[in-house]
């Protein structure tokens, strides 16, 4: 997902080339995801962040204010070992589906062996790195590590942020949605639809984004010897 966040950023032009360079670059030496470097140096707003992770990674956005209040039995759904193995975290119940919060780095085949392992469907929402952790370590009575504290501080000023991108790809933030990985109804390529927007769709993404890609993979290729 790294790969498509930087692409899709560098298309739309919310980041330029060379300032994405430095963020992998920053990356390689402080580590975090690349949503968290992008957050730290102040090139993208949050929310507008969250909008492109989920465009990345093809599942709807978590609100700001997602896992600001934690149900216990979600919680109790899936201890502290699942949570962080699989990098969900549960916030609530819906019905019969558990919604949790989840970050990059996602894979969503562990996300399809979470809900097989619960048996039960999963509604997970995409947010960046801070926030995950945040929620994480509220929900587990942690501590949370001083980097995303530190970070979190520094957002919390941050004003709304409109949606942006093109129009076939506007993120659009209604509720009701369905458990988008269901162990009882198998493991599905299209991840979810909301309204006009289809999430999961890999093969327009992949269209859209392959000119942008390949240039960026020129630069950093390029910028691989300063890393070394």
């Known amino acids: 997902m790294p790969s498509r966040l930087s692409s899709l950023l560098v298309r739309d032009g919310l980041v330029g080339v060379k300032r994405m360079e430095k963020a992998f670059q920053r ?3 402080y580590g975090g995801s690349l949503d968290t470097i992008l957050l730290e140096m102040g090139l993208v707003p949050e929310e507008r962040l969250t909008q492109y992770l989920a465009l990345a990674s093809g599942l709807p956005p978590a609100a700001r204010d997602e896992g600001a209040v934690v149900d216990p039995a979600a919680v109790a759904a899936i201890g502290r070992d699942l949570a962080e193995h699989y990098r969900a975290v549960p916030v609530a119940i819906e019905r019969d589906a558990i919604r949790v919060l989840v970050c990059a780095p996602l894979e969503l085949t562990e996300l399809e062996d979470l809900a097989d392992l619960l048996d039960r469907p999963l509604q997970p929402l995409i947010t960046p790195e801070y926030r995950w ?6 929900a587990y009575g942690l501590d949370t590590p001083a980097r995303f504290t530190t970070l979190a501080r520094s957002l919390d000023v941050d004003p709304a942020s409109t949606p942006v991108g093109r129009a076939p790809t506007i993120i659009v933030d209604d509720r009701g949605l369905p458990p988008v990985v269901s162990a009882a109804e198998g493991r599905r390529g ?5 309204g006009d927007v289809t999430y999961g769709d890999a093969g327009a993404w992949e269209q859209a984004t392959r ?3 390949a ?10 010897p300063d890393l070394q």
Do not use: H, K
């Open 27 to 29: 990356q390689v030496i």
């Open 133 to 138: 952790n945040l929620v994480y370590a509220s």
């Open 190 to 194: 299209v991840i979810a639809e909301r």
């Open 211 to 213: 000119p942008a890609m």
């Open 215 to 224: 240039g960026l993979l020129d630069l950093l290729a390029d910028a691989l």
